[in-house]
């Protein structure tokens, strides 16, 4: 897998060069209303994304992790404009979405796609797995021959042959082959940049391990951009360049993936890290990281919203929404800065417990 | 060792009959358990993991045909009546599950579901069963417990529904405790607490667990042994540390270097070719073998037997053998 300077060969479609991301999310936010009583009028809000910005560098694979809730798979709706955002700008390689001078929603889409956890629910059973993969090239102006003869290289690109399994409709496969039919689908479009939103969770183990050297050697052949989204934290270290930690909507820490896995600045980050199960049966978990559940998204803690579970939390934790801003007492890496959203200096640095 | 199993299952079968031919879910699994002991049951899906638990709860449909032997307390729960085996489940031998909003009764509170069981169990006065419904829901760490006994379950969070479950369920002091995947669906801190908390509790009762799980880490945390399953067969059993450091057959193997860990990072992950096959369409020899580098003709046509290499250790598998020997 490429290191966190991955050089992409040059694309024609690319615009600004290596060192313009390629895509800007700014201020991104959507927020549910959730309508009850007797007259059905609008009784609270979910706060599902609320003011996430994050960048995509060419590339790179930027991870996003959380917990249920936290708002990572409603980001990757948001971006694939599935759901329209409350508020908050997409910028493409440069150009912005759905604004004047910029690009429309169906040319970002066309170079933006996107492979969902449920293997199943994202194909349609009524076609075969080469109609499925060809639909889109042909919606998109190729011919039925030429969108075939894609198909079926594609569908050899991730390890299927396209003989046995071109004809076979989602029921007759198993969920490993149906995941990489569904990823050969979301390169059918030669895309850049391309969103796996818990696209391995679903596998088996044995099976998950052949899908990530899948992904890995896709990127390399495809010269991919990836966006990881999971809840899996090995996964997410094994894969991802940079890191994006979520809690109930907002990003609480981001940075290189060594920065946040070895020096975890958030204390939410580090209770997530504290909570992976060990591989070791001598050096087993004995000190509870954190206690409840992740709270509801529906009307979150004013100010910073893990005040609630912070065992650092201060009175003006409550005050004021901290930004993302460099460690206390570091300086940010102009290019990939390790970024945190805390204001207390004991918690970034753990000091009063030992997790 | 302990000195008698609270445990022993002897050639457990789940045979589901269907159109295309039987179906062996679980093929003659054998183990039994000390009072005290966590057992972990790793497999992927598919392998017979959550089966094995079902049959030994009697909780599989009509259609399956059960056979060998569940002892529990001396007694054969698959040889029970009806009235008997009522008595047993929830009784001496009780189980959570995956998904504690399918498995508690959404129409009644935690508290009524808790009491419920216990004056059916042991016939002691409603109110007296809802203290000790109270002294239950405190015990599995709910806080404001008194206020949570009046709770429907989609009033409660995952987490602590999952608490709920485990309180339900150690209502009448089981001496065995059957956990199907109880931390799967749940958020990873959550999944730590749970675990944490099943750990104490097992250790401060004396229960035998048996726990059914397709994540490593789990298994780790939690287990005192393992049995690795594949294809409804026990491939592989011993001590956790025996399994995880020094895993025989070659499934476990692969098993355990296909595991993904961020130390990986760069490097290509291990992987077992190919996936878990049908239970209605198994190869004719081991199970295994079409996946497994070291198969050879006999492992394609012949079934291979445990092979006993301690107490509770066995290994399915011609090659560990001859490894073990060259190795010796």
Known sequence: ?355 | MATEAAVDVRNLTAMFRRREGDMAAVNGATFSLARGEVMTILGESGSGKSVTLKAMMGLLPDYASITGEVRVAGRDILKLPPAALAKARGGELSMIFQEPMAALDPVYTIGEQIAETIVKHEGITYASAMQRALALLERVAIPSAARRLKNYPHEMSGGMRQRAMIALALACNPTVLLADEPTTALDVTVQIQILLLLRELQQELGMSVIFVTHDVGVAAEISDRIAVMYAGRFVETGTVREIMRHPKHPYSKGLLNSTVLGGLRGRRLETIPGSPPSLSALPRGCAFSPRCAQADVRCLTTQPDETVLGPGTIVRCFHANTAMAEAI
């Open chain 1, 1 to 355: 897998m490429s290191s966190t300077t991955a050089q992409p060969t040059l694309d024609p479609r690319d615009r600004g060069g290596p060192a313009q991301p390629l895509l800007i999310v700014d201020e991104l936010t959507k927020h549910f209303p959730v309508y009850g009583g007797a007259l059905n009028r609008q009784v609270a809000t979910v706060h599902a994304v609320d003011g996430v910005s994050l960048s995509v560098r060419k590339g790179e694979t930027l991870g996003i992790v959380g917990e249920s809730g936290c708002g990572k798979s409603t980001t990757a709706r948001l971006l694939m404009q599935l759901i329209k955002p409350d508020s908050g700008r997409l910028i493409f390689d440069g150009d912005e979405v759905g604004a004047p001078g910029g690009i429309d929603v169906t040319s970002m889409r066309r170079q933006m796609q996107m492979v969902f956890q449920d293997s199943y629910s994202s194909l349609n059973p009524r076609m075969t797995m080469i109609d499925s993969i060809a639909y889109a090239p042909r919606m998109h102006g190729l011919s039925a021959k030429a969108a075939e003869a894609r198909a079926e290289s594609l569908l050899e690109r991730v390890g299927l042959h396209p003989r046995q399994f071109g004809r076979r409709y989602p029921h007759e496969l198993s969920g490993g082959q149906r995941q990489r039919v569904n990823i050969a689908r979301a390169l059918a479009l030669e895309p850049r940049l391309v969103i796996l939103d818990e696209a391995v969770s679903a596998l088996d183990k044995s099976v998950e391990a052949q899908v990530l050297n899948l992904l890995a050697d896709l990127k390399e052949q495809f010269n991919l951009t990836y966006l990881f989204i999971s809840h899996d934290l090995n996964v997410v270290e094994f894969i991802s360049d940079r890191v994006l930690v979520m809690y109930l909507g907002q990003v609480v820490e981001t940075g290189p993936v060594e920065d946040i896995y070895s020096r975890p600045r958030h204390p939410y980050t580090r209770a997530l890290l504290a909570s992976i199960p060990t591989l070791d049966p001598d050096r087993r978990t004995t000190v509870l990281p954190l206690t409840g559940d992740p709270p509801n998204p529906i009307n979150p803690p004013l100010g910073c919203r893990f005040r609630t579970r912070c065992p650092f939390a201060e009175a003006g934790c409550a005050e004021t929404t901290p930004k993302l801003a460099a460690p206390i007492g570091t300086q940010a890496n102009p290019v990939t800065p390790h970024l945190v959203a805390c204001h207390v200096a004991a918690a970034q640095q753990g000091a009063i417990h030992g997790h």
